[in-house]
């Protein structure tokens, strides 16, 4: 009986190891470029390669970087997708198409969940690699 009881111990806390909050995106974030470009002592930009994630648990987020955005959030796995609906005060649906980004921006989770990698989905050089705050 005490082996049936170390058992169910021992897989109780691996079932919970396993639901770690880690995983979830919910939460906020710090972003920099991941560029040789940017690291480099002789760009003056390198500073403005900074940003900071907030995904809500309703489901929306808010992204500051040399703009800001706002709009919805899923994720999928270790994917996480930012829709935006905004761009500082405009509506990005309103404007039809017409001069905002639309188009979604994927982000990869490490598989510890204290990182996220975005790609540059304008054809630039770097990633952003956001760091979960207070990890």
């Known amino acids: 009986m005490k082996r049936v009881a170390q058992f169910l111990f021992v897989l109780s806390c691996l079932l919970l190891a396993g639901c770690h909050k880690g995983s979830d995106a919910v939460?906020?974030?710090?972003?920099?470029?991941a560029s040789s470009t940017s690291s480099s002592v002789n760009n003056p930009l390198a500073g403005l390669a900074k940003a900071s994630l907030e995904l809500n648990a309703d489901?929306?987020?808010?992204l500051q970087m040399v703009f800001s955005f706002e709009g919805t959030w899923?994720?999928?796995g270790n994917t996480v997708t930012l829709t935006p609906t905004k761009m500082g005060s405009l509506d990005l649906k309103s404007l039809g198409g017409q001069g905002g980004n639309e188009k979604p921006m994927v982000l990869t989770m490490s598989a510890d969940g204290?990182?996220?990698t975005m790609q540059s989905n304008t054809g630039g050089k770097g990633d952003m690699t956001f760091t979960r705050d207070g990890s």
């Not at 939460?27 to 470029?33: A, E, I, R």
């Open 27 to 33: 939460g906020k974030w710090t972003g920099s470029l």
């Open 59 to 62: 489901k929306t987020f808010s």
């Open 74 to 76: 899923e994720q999928s």
């Open 114 to 116: 204290k990182s996220m």
